[in-house]
């Protein structure tokens, strides 16, 4: 996304949402592992298919 940003110019334009941080830009935010989340439906795995915040 950044390199969007970069190209397009929209690196220096500040709005609302950029103050309030997007929750996937966190460090804590981890996403689906898409893999995990078959071999569970499948039933070749156990476990949650989507893992906890850290």
Known sequence: M???EA?????D??????????????????PADMHHGMEVRHGISK????PSFI
């Open 47 to 50: 476990g949650p298919i989507c």
């Open 7 to 11: 190209l397009t110019g929209s690196l």
């Open 13 to 30: 334009n500040f709005g609302f949402e950029d103050y309030l941080s997007d929750p996937c830009d966190s460090e804590t935010f981890r």
């Open 2 to 4: 950044l390199g969007l």
